[in-house]
């Protein structure tokens, strides 16, 4: 089974420039997670779709930050513009629900730099 | 205060030994309870979820206090390969979603 797919990989951007970040989950989870992870800091959430609905957006900084997931499948997330403290790994992950017994898989995260 | 709270670490260990990470959470709400490992530049995954009756998989123990509101994560006869950051994580609150703690580094050397 194919895990959660995330591109790119890699991206250096000067500030100011838009971004965005692409998400595939694993087929059947209908749960999705955006989250941001700083260098020496865990994971924190920024919008959780549960199908196409964002049912948890209140981490996501929505003067620069938008996502979407129009057909409940994969996602993308948008810094427009960016800003030198948007440098970080940006991590996508999927679930089948959103309950705590539920495991979340991650995808291998977009590393992130803004000059 | 975060709401999960670990010791960053890092612990510089020898193989073989046994080495404890701890962990506190401060919402009482929280209701399931995690240790992901994370590899370095690499994404975290699900090590063992933790009950409140302690469970055990091989080397690795986990438990719980809910009265302490405290996690821990015992790693017996340790491997090199067990050099990684484990992250504790805590489920539940107003909106039912993973809270992380900042990961503790763990070095396991020959």
């Known amino acids: 089974e194919a895990g959660v797919v995330q591109s790119p990989r890699y991206k250096i951007i000067e500030k100011k420039q838009p971004v965005a970040f692409w998400c595939n989950p694993i087929s059947g989870h209908n749960t999705l997670y955006w989250y941001l992870q700083n260098l020496g800091q865990g994971p924190e959430l920024l919008i959780r779709y549960e199908n196409e609905e964002a049912v948890d957006d209140s981490q996501l900084p929505k003067d620069r930050f938008s996502a979407e997931r129009l057909k409940g499948v994969d996602s993308t997330l948008k810094i427009q513009p960016a800003e030198l403290g948007d440098s970080a790994v940006y991590l996508c992950?999927?679930?089948?629900?959103?309950?705590?017994?539920?495991?979340?898989?991650f995808g291998p995260g977009t590393r992130l730099t803004v000059l | 205060r975060k709401e999960v709270e670990q010791d960053p670490g890092p612990f510089n260990v020898p193989e073989g030994a046994t080495v404890a990470f701890n962990c506190t959470y401060s919402n009482s709400a929280s209701q399931s309870f995690f240790w992901y490992r994370q590899d370095c530049r690499k994404e975290p995954k699900l090590l063992m979820s933790v009950y409140s009756s302690g469970n055990e998989d091989g080397r690795f123990t986990a438990q719980l206090n809910r009265a302490s509101q405290y996690i821990s994560l015992l790693i017996r006869d340790s491997k090199l390969s067990d050099s990684a950051t484990y992250l504790c994580v805590a489920y539940g609150g107003s909106q039912g979603n993973l809270i992380f703690g900042k990961g503790t580094k763990l070095s396991v050397k020959p």
């Open positions: 992950a999927s679930s089948r629900a959103g309950g705590a017994g539920d495991e979340q898989f």
